[in-house]
């Protein structure tokens, strides 16, 4: 007789933690974050786009509408990096901090996955940025020999617990709290 719970539950009863999604996420104020970084950058990208639409136009024996595409192009990647990435950006976002391991999940298109053992953390330290400061949100990086990972956008408390938590577990010393 087979039992009641299908397969594929069962594999995910049975998996390892590692491959269970990450439920943390980071502060909502991300959003608002990456979009003011966004505009920032898409500030710089339009008036390099103008600069390039006015050489179009003056040195270039071209129709106004073919030496206004850049600036055509400009405004699109503007609407997508400062109005819908961020969104994006935040609800793919997801962190936990196992016992032996950090899960960090991200990307919009590709998903990226990086489970980091706690074994092999070397240092961790929180940051913060102008920007985050004014948020009220800092960075927590944690490093290995192969590189550093990143947790942003967390609230200064919650950065402090993390950064607390991982150096806990991994037995290391952390840099001076913000």
């Known amino acids: ?36 970084n966004g505009l920032i ?12 639409a006015a050489v179009a136009s003056l040195f270039a024996d071209l129709p106004w509408y073919i030496s206004g595409l850049p600036l055509v192009v400009a ?10 990435a961020p969104t994006v950006r935040w609800r793919r976002w997801r962190y936990e901090i196992r016992d032996t391991e950090v899960d960090l999940q991200r990307g ?3 998903i990226t996955r990086t489970l980091v053992p706690l074994a092999r953390v070397q240092h961790v330290d929180t940051q913060q940025g102008p920007l985050e400061r004014r948020f009220g949100l800092a960075t ?22 993390v950064a607390a938590r991982i150096g806990a577990l991994a037995k290391v010393a952390r840099d001076e709290p913000l």
Request: hydrophobic share 45%; glycine share 6%.
């Open 1 to 36: 007789m087979q039992d009641s719970t299908s397969t594929g539950e069962q594999a995910a009863a049975d998996a390892e933690p590692g491959w269970i999604e990450p439920h943390e996420r980071l502060d909502r104020s991300a959003i608002t974050l990456w979009r003011v």
């Open 41 to 52: 950058e898409s500030g710089f990208t339009f008036l390099a786009a103008s600069a390039a």
């Open 75 to 84: 405004l699109l990647v503007a609407v997508i990096t400062v109005g819908v």
């Open 108 to 110: 919009a298109i590709y």
């Open 140 to 161: 927590v990086s944690f490093h290995t020999a192969a590189g550093a990972h990143r947790i942003p956008a967390l609230r200064e408390e919650r950065s402090r617990e």
